[in-house]
């Protein structure tokens, strides 16, 4: 049993440290390279989101097919990612989440209107900046079912990321199996921490809402932001990766004031039972995360 919830003024650091080796975190991250196929789902290949994407507030809310298409479109640029270029794919390359060619090009027009917020500091000036910017840049989408997509990303992102010491490494199969939007901005931060020495955040309503691309409108009573995102998130993080991630609640009187999360990476008999998991069928699912959650008091 992975997931619980409990109120508390302070949490203490995990003790059980991640196994294996990690990557270095003092280089830039557009030198960090995707591995294997990140467009297939079957293969066990793996492609970088900078941390300031992770970590971006959705000003034009996006939904989870749309959310896996901006990631797979990163991914695909990333090896060759340069400011200028026009990279090209094949439609039938990113409709594994996607019913039809109509649905995509929908999601092409929503990522094409989609803006975000993103932080980070000038190195020219040492300041710190909100830089808001476009997710995609200039685009041609060829018709037919065996048509191309011809992309380029926003100039402004690309100045960020030369400067970019933060990331996620995440992994494609994980990635197609979550199914939740939320499910997923959650493993996007968990994989950008679990390295790190710290293995708890604290954070205010408005910043986990944030983090998990909540949209202002949705889910404005924690009670409902607690039982309809943040807990069926966990669940399936807890269910699906090798990291076992909890939330503690901070309360004044009735009222919560912060919600701090707290990751590990799970032992090895936890990690097989992850594994094991993934490779069943997506039947049953569901109800077998749902019994987690159910167990919580």
């Not at 989440?97 to 027009?109: C, G, M, V």
């Not at 939740?180 to 020495?197: C, D, F, G, T, V």
């Not at 009187?253 to 069943?280: D, M």
Request: net charge positive; proline share 4%; hydrophobic share 40%.
């Amino acid at each position: 049993m992975y997931l619980f919830f409990m109120e508390s003024s302070r949490i203490e650091d995990g003790t059980r440290l991640g196994t294996g080796p990690a990557e270095p975190r003092d280089v830039a991250t557009l030198a960090l390279k995707v591995t294997g196929d990140p467009l297939d789902p079957d293969t066990a290949s793996s492609f970088i989101k900078p941390g300031e994407l992770v970590h971006a507030v959705e000003i034009t809310p996006l939904n989870r097919s749309e959310l896996v298409l901006y990631n797979q479109l990163l991914a695909h640029a990333w090896n060759d990612i340069a400011p200028g270029k026009i990279y090209s794919v094949a439609k039938a390359r990113l409709r594994g989440t996607h019913e039809s060619n109509d649905r995509l090009h929908d999601a092409f027009d929503r990522l094409m209107g989609a803006f975000a917020k993103i932080k980070y500091r000038d190195p020219a000036t040492g300041l710190a900046k909100t830089v808001r910017i476009s997710l995609l840049g200039p685009n041609a989408e060829e018709e037919g079912d065996q048509g191309r997509f011809h992309y380029t990303l926003d100039p402004m992102l690309l100045k960020v990321l030369q400067t970019s010491r933060t990331w996620a490494r995440l992994r494609s199969e994980i990635l197609y199996l979550l199914r939740s939007k939320y499910s997923i901005r959650l493993y996007e931060a968990i994989e950008q921490r679990i390295n790190m020495r710290r293995q708890h955040e604290s954070f205010t309503i408005d910043g986990l809402r944030e983090l998990l691309g909540v949209p202002k409108d949705k889910l404005t009573r924690f009670a409902d932001l607690n039982g309809q995102c943040l807990k069926p998130a966990i669940a399936e993080v807890n269910q699906l990766t090798d990291y076992e991630v909890a939330a503690a609640l901070k309360k004044r009187g009735r009222r919560v004031e912060t919600i701090t999360l707290t990751w590990l990476k799970k032992c090895p008999e936890e990690r097989v039972a992850a594994a094991r998991e993934r490779a069943q069928s997506r039947i049953g699912r569901v109800a077998r995360r749902k019994a987690t959650i159910e167990t919580i008091t």
